[in-house]
C-alpha cells in the first residue's frame, strides 16, 4: 500500500480527526488534530497492511500568527512495506499539548523531550519529561520564532565565562571564520 492510500485509508477511520492530506515531491503528508492522535498512531502501527513500526524522525514546529501555531510531526516508516509518511498533529498556542507516543515507540522518548524543551509542547503521559538540550533554570524556549535571537536580556547560562575562556584562542587558530 502506497503512501497516498495509507492516508486515504487513515482518512476512511478518522474522518473527523484529519484535517488535510497533502502531496509534495513524492511525499504524503497528513494533518491531524491532536486529540485523537495516539489512536490515530496505534492505528498507523498496528494495522496488518500499514505497519508504520518505525518512527524515524519527531519534531516541533512553530508558525506565529497561524491558527493553530505549533505542530508536532511525526516521520513514520514501515520496515516490512518500505513506505514513508509524515504525520503532523496540529497543536493550539493557548495549550500546546499532545498525548505521548512513547508507548507506541519508545524512540519518540528523547523527541518528545526535545520539542518541550525547545517549543514548550508538552507530551502528557511522557515517563520523564524534563529538560534534555538547556540548563534545568533556562527560562522560554529558544527554537519558538518570537525567542530573542540572542537569548533573554542580561542573562547568560551557567559555564559562559569558562567557555569564552576555551575559546579565546580561535582567532590564532583559524577557527570559526
Same mark, same amino acid.
Given at each position: 500500500?502506497?503512501?497516498?492510500?495509507?492516508?486515504?485509508?487513515?482518512? +476512511?477511520?478518522?474522518?473527523?480527526?484529519?484535517?488535510?492530506? @497533502?502531496?509534495? %515531491?513524492?511525499?504524503?503528508?497528513?494533518? !491531524?488534530?491532536?486529540?485523537?492522535?495516539? #489512536?490515530?498512531?496505534?492505528?498507523?502501527?498496528?494495522?496488518? #497492511?500499514? %505497519?508504520?513500526?518505525? $518512527?524515524? =524522525?519527531?519534531? *516541533?514546529? #512553530?508558525?506565529?500568527?497561524? @491558527?493553530?501555531?505549533?505542530?508536532?510531526?511525526?516521520?513514520?516508516?514501515?520496515?516490512?512495506?518500505?513506505? %514513508?509518511? &509524515?504525520?503532523?498533529?496540529?497543536?493550539?498556542?493557548? =495549550?500546546?499539548?499532545?498525548?505521548? !507516543? !512513547?508507548?507506541?515507540?519508545?524512540?519518540?522518548?528523547?523527541?518528545?523531550?526535545?520539542?518541550? +524543551?525547545?517549543? *514548550? &509542547?508538552?507530551?502528557?503521559?511522557?515517563? =520523564? $519529561?524534563?529538560?534534555? $538540550?538547556?540548563?534545568? #533554570?533556562?527560562?522560554?524556549?529558544?527554537?519558538?520564532?518570537?525567542?530573542?535571537? @540572542?537569548?533573554?536580556?542580561? %542573562?547568560?547560562?551557567? *559555564?559562559?565565562?569558562?567557555?569564552?575562556?576555551?575559546?579565546?584562542? =580561535?582567532?590564532?587558530?583559524? &577557527?570559526?571564520?
Amino acid at each position: 500500500m502506497g503512501p497516498l492510500e495509507i492516508a486515504e485509508k487513515l482518512r +476512511d477511520k478518522f474522518p473527523l480527526e484529519v484535517v488535510d492530506i @497533502k502531496t509534495f %515531491r513524492d511525499q504524503v503528508s497528513v494533518s !491531524v488534530k491532536r486529540e485523537r492522535i495516539t #489512536d490515530i498512531c496505534h492505528f498507523l502501527n498496528g494495522e496488518p #497492511d500499514i %505497519r508504520m513500526n518505525f $518512527l524515524s =524522525d519527531l519534531c *516541533g514546529v #512553530d508558525y506565529p500568527g497561524r @491558527k493553530p501555531r505549533f505542530e508536532v510531526v511525526y516521520n513514520l516508516y514501515s520496515l516490512k512495506y518500505n513506505s %514513508r509518511l &509524515i504525520l503532523k498533529a496540529l497543536i493550539p498556542e493557548d =495549550d500546546p499539548s499532545i498525548e505521548s !507516543v !512513547v508507548p507506541i515507540w519508545n524512540g519518540a522518548n528523547w523527541h518528545e523531550r526535545e520539542a518541550c +524543551d525547545m517549543y *514548550g &509542547i508538552i507530551f502528557n503521559g511522557h515517563p =520523564d $519529561l524534563r529538560r534534555i $538540550l538547556m540548563p534545568e #533554570d533556562w527560562e522560554g524556549f529558544p527554537l519558538r520564532k518570537d525567542y530573542p535571537l @540572542k537569548g533573554k536580556e542580561g %542573562r547568560e547560562y551557567r *559555564g559562559f565565562e569558562e567557555l569564552k575562556e576555551l575559546h579565546s584562542h =580561535d582567532s590564532e587558530w583559524n &577557527i570559526g571564520r
